[in-house]
């Protein structure tokens, strides 16, 4: 069965401090996507990476940053120079490659709630 | 602008009764899904459409029923079978060929509390 762990249910930081948030998948597939979405107060999901099983590059864009490493299963996320925007819930997620009937089906993690304060 | 438009944002019920909420989609996509969030679960999947009249059960799919019978609305019914049915409901919709790598999009979610 599929899987996905964020230790981290809630941080805090202070403003310009950077921050890792953590993610760790379970997966019999060879072939998988690793998904990275924000939940801001308005409570809607905000795609903010997709990441496919044989692409191991980290990636950069802007003050995100993206680690992923198939050797400890896990895909974890830094924000650089945090700011207050920042603040949301992160989720993890998971897809399987195909399911019975199609289907994509996102497996994710309970969230990790970041607050970012003055 | 394209997107996913959920109503009612906040819904309240007495129990015993059903509820629907909407789900409509201008971006042409074939699948829809809904999901249910609860305070430390994450995002758990209800049901799934990949095209117009088909639908399939998800992984918390009992006490919840839905239609497909057009593209663009996805109806989620809220029975009275639901034994705890306050939380946050999410619709989001894909696009593309490849089912696991396309990104869902979601709605802006309805709130759903029983009195």
């Known amino acids: 069965a599929q899987k996905v762990t964020q230790a981290q249910t809630e941080i805090s930081v202070v403003e310009k401090e950077d921050v890792t948030l953590d993610c760790v998948y379970e997966t019999r597939d060879t072939t998988y996507y690793l998904f990275w979405y924000k939940q801001p107060p308005s409570g809607e999901l905000v795609f903010l990476i997709r990441?496919?099983?044989?692409?191991?590059q980290n990636e950069i864009s802007g003050r995100y940053s993206w680690n992923f490493q198939k050797s400890t299963s896990s895909f974890n996320f830094t924000i650089t120079a945090s700011q207050v925007v920042d603040s949301a819930v992160y989720f993890c997620?998971?897809?399987?490659?195909?399911?019975?009937?199609?289907?994509?089906?996102?497996?994710f993690g309970t969230g990790t709630q970041l607050k970012v304060e003055l | 602008d394209g997107g996913i438009t959920q109503s009612p944002k906040y819904l309240f019920r007495k129990e015993g009764q059903n509820v629907t909420l909407s789900c409509e989609q201008n971006?042409?996509?074939?699948?829809m899904y809904w999901y249910r969030q609860d305070p430390g679960q994450g995002l758990r999947l209800i049901y799934y459409s990949q095209i117009v009249n088909d639908f399939q059960k998800g992984d918390i799919a009992e006490g919840y029923s839905v239609s497909r019978e057009k593209k663009e609305s996805f109806p989620l019914t809220v029975t009275s079978a639901q034994k705890n049915p306050t939380a946050f409901y999410l619709c989001?919709?894909?696009?593309?060929?490849?089912?696991?790598?396309?990104?869902?999009?979601f709605g802006a979610g309805s709130r759903l509390t029983v009195l």
């Open positions: 989001a919709s894909r696009g593309g060929s490849v089912p696991g790598a396309n990104v869902l999009t």
């Open positions: 990441r496919n099983s044989f692409d191991e």
């Open positions: 971006l042409n996509h074939d699948a």
């Open positions: 997620a998971l897809s399987e490659e195909i399911l019975t009937g199609g289907g994509n089906k996102l497996t």
